[in-house]
């Protein structure tokens, strides 16, 4: 009899020709392969970090502070509006909705109760923007 650990390897396995796991690997390379993309999120981070330093060293005043908010808050809006980003974030979410129905099905098994539909991990009440993919 196969382990847990070795069932779970052929559920991983399984998982990497589904849909939702190719698209987003496909969103995840085409993301990590645009330099201005990077770029911006590096500075982002940067900023962020040498921001927080200088303010536990209690050197920003409260309308610095401000200024710097709204300025990455900008930086923020201009990396969500990336065509690359949201269709990573779409991925994302997508996938984590996929993985969220499959937790559900293992669950429903160990619990007893009634298993979701095996064409997706959903009941008819369950919600249409799910991801896994049942068109419910």
């Known amino acids: 009899m196969a382990t847990v650990y070795e069932l779970a390897r052929e559920l991983g396995e399984a998982l990497t020709t589904t849909p939702q796991v190719e698209a987003l690997l496909a969103a995840k390379e085409a993301y990590e392969a645009d330099p201005e993309i990077g770029a ?6 940067k900023l962020h970090q040498e921001f927080e330093m200088k303010v536990q060293a209690g050197e920003i005043e409260a309308d ?16 969500r509006n990336n065509k ?26 160990m619990t007893g109760e009634e298993v979701p539909q095996e064409d ?11 991801g896994c993919g ?3």
């Open 64 to 79: 610095a502070q401000m200024t710097f908010q709204m300025d990455m808050a900008k930086r923020a809006e201009e990396i």
């Open 40 to 45: 911006k999120i590096e500075e982002y981070s």
């Open 84 to 109: 690359l980003a949201s269709e990573l974030f779409a991925a994302e979410t997508n996938f984590n909705n996929f993985m969220n129905s499959i937790f559900t099905i293992v669950t429903a098994t």
């Open 120 to 130: 997706g991990g959903c009941s008819p009440s369950a919600c249409a923007s799910c």
């Open 134 to 136: 049942c068109g419910q």
